[in-house]
């Protein structure tokens, strides 16, 4: 196999700009076949993106002998039924994030995947993007000395109700499993997970302040790595701004990043700072992507698995399930 060909289940938002058009652009990989339950749609994004294959049924495309790979790009609430669907016929799968409703339904996927012989990827893209992988650069050239803590802050402005005057399926838990703490928290926690290896207690409290819609929109806590090394957070999702900060703080100096925020990866010591602004790609999940493709064909390894999406899962399951219980 010279050339991975991919087929998308869920061609929305997501697919347009920051998936979608990678998986044309990165180098022995090719985008086959898009599928949407409205057909229409399915058509126009394959006429609009030069794809060559559109469906209406997820079934069809996995089944489609010229498809090789499944990227499934619906909201959570179908991630564990199409993967178990592309596993049984044999096909990689690469699943949008949060990797699934809850931690169970994430050990489902990875069972079957491992019983069906085929590997397992999660979106969680910012694992591969240069601006991160500066702040791991400088976490293990030592250059802030041995870690002792992280802590993170995130707060935006509260979404809005649809045109339809429903709330988007992001703050509905039966369709996200969470809030916006599932959708966009989980970025930041996947990263630290990344930076720093993985979480092995949590303890958090969830609530919702605004009281507008069904899922938390405030999520705190603290929580252990596996090094000792120790973390707190803070989610506010009805808040007047939108900004998020990280510090990882060790015994020579500290890193400050933003997981979301254009900012530069600062590198602060006693009597220096130093900036690094490193641009990300346009279409973001291109690396993350491009690793993958290297693994399906042999020639490296993708940092983001189902195993490291898991974890990722429980940590946001152990802060937010008193509030659901």
């Known amino acids: 196999m010279n050339t991975i060909r991919w087929g998308i289940i869920g061609c929305g938002d997501v697919t347009e700009v920051k998936s979608g058009p990678a998986f044309q652009l990165v180098e022995n990989s090719a985008l086959t076949a898009v599928m949407r339950r409205n057909g229409e749609k399915a058509k126009d994004y ?94 293990e050239a030592g250059e802030i000395g041995e870690v002792r803590f992280t802590s993170s802050q995130q707060t935006q402005k509260q979404v809005e109700k649809n045109d339809d005057g429903q709330w988007p399926w992001r703050v509905l838990p039966e369709v996200s499993g969470g809030g916006l703490f599932y959708d966009v928290g989980a970025h930041t926690l996947d990263l630290l997970d990344y930076l720093l290896g993985p979480v092995k207690s949590v303890k958090g409290k969830a609530t919702n302040l605004s009281a507008d819609y069904p899922a938390e929109d405030t999520v705190s806590g603290t929580w252990e790595f596996d090094s000792g090394v120790v973390g707190t957070g803070l989610w506010n999702y009805s808040s007047y701004k939108n900004e998020d900060m990280n510090r990882i703080v060790g015994t020579k100096g500290e890193i400050q990043f933003s997981t979301f925020d254009h900012q530069p990866v600062k590198l602060i010591k006693e009597t220096s700072e130093q900036s690094f602004m490193i641009d990300h790609p346009k279409h973001i999940q291109y690396y993350l992507i491009e690793s993958i493709v290297k693994q399906l064909l042999g020639e490296g390894t993708s940092p983001s698995t189902g195993e490291t999406a898991l974890r990722t899962n429980w940590v946001m399951e152990e802060f937010v399930k008193d509030y659901y219980q």
């Open 46 to 139: 394959a006429e609009r993106h030069g794809v060559p294959k559109w469906y209406d049924k997820a079934d069809d495309l996995i089944h489609d002998e010229e498809v090789d790979a499944v990227y499934i790009a619906t909201p959570p609430s179908s991630h564990k039924a199409y993967t178990l669907m592309a596993a049984e016929a044999g096909k990689p799968v690469y699943v949008e994030k949060p990797m699934a409703m809850d931690t169970e339904e994430c050990r489902q996927m990875v069972e079957a995947c491992f019983r069906h012989n085929v590997p397992l990827f999660t979106a969680y893209y910012r694992r591969t993007l240069p601006r991160f992988q500066k702040v791991k650069e400088l976490l």
